[in-house]
């Protein structure tokens, strides 16, 4: 399956964009109600995580959990992923990305993480030697993602199965208790990894929304 060059330069940044500084972070796409980012936050307390996620209603919630358990270093951004990675990250700044548990996308493989242009872009974000972390309880997801991984993101990885008592997520516990098979991913970029965006800097995407606006 070969994967068209993502188009970063027409990405328009989000509603109420903020930008953050080039400082290492982690990064949680679609973290739904905040489960994870709030577990994570707790037990590394000194690491900045930006925990994004679409969903309106979801990540009020989020939001509302946050206050009752105040995490200096967590941020909760209300935004689509896509847009919000290219206008805010810097290039190697990412030391984690977690994708907990995605949409499988069962009727638009094109839409699944691996094997969207995207990926490439997500990459250029990650840090050599940081690592994605990708879970879901849909076997043929997993055994999508690792084929892509040999042949055409040619990046190593581990493949682990999630222990039963794990609870990251609300979905990672449902899936769990029905006594359904979670995986993971864990993906590594290694040193010298190159993509075509490693000089590709938000300053480049806002300055093409001020081109766009002027």
Known sequence: ???RQFQAQ???????????????ICVEIGAGKGK????????????????????????????KQHQLEAREYLNPVHADALPWVVHA???????????????????????????????EFL???????????????IPEYIDEAEQQLIEV?????????????????????????RGELCQQLIIRKPEGYATRFDDFSPLQGQNTQENRDA
């Not at 027409?10 to 290492?24: E, G, H, L, V, Y």
């Not at 990459?123 to 309880?137: E, F, H, K, M, V």
């Not at 993101?153 to 208790?177: G, M, V």
């Open 1 to 3: 399956m070969s994967i």
């Open 10 to 24: 027409r990405m328009q940044a989000p509603r109420d964009f903020k930008a953050i500084s080039n400082t290492p």
């Open 36 to 63: 994870h980012a709030l577990l994570f936050t707790g037990q590394n307390p000194q690491t900045t995580l930006y925990a994004i996620e679409r969903t309106k209603e979801k990540f009020l919630a989020m939001q």
């Open 89 to 119: 990250l810097f290039p190697a700044q990412v030391q984690q990305f977690f994708i907990l548990y995605p949409n499988p996308e069962p009727h638009n493989p094109a839409q699944r993480w691996l094997n969207m242009p995207f990926f």
């Open 123 to 137: 990459l250029s974000r990650l840090q050599p030697d940081g690592t994605i972390t990708l879970a879901s309880n």
């Open 153 to 177: 993101w040619k990046l190593p990885y581990e493949k682990q199965k999630i222990a039963a008592d794990s609870a990251r997520t609300h979905f990672e516990i449902k899936y769990l208790e």
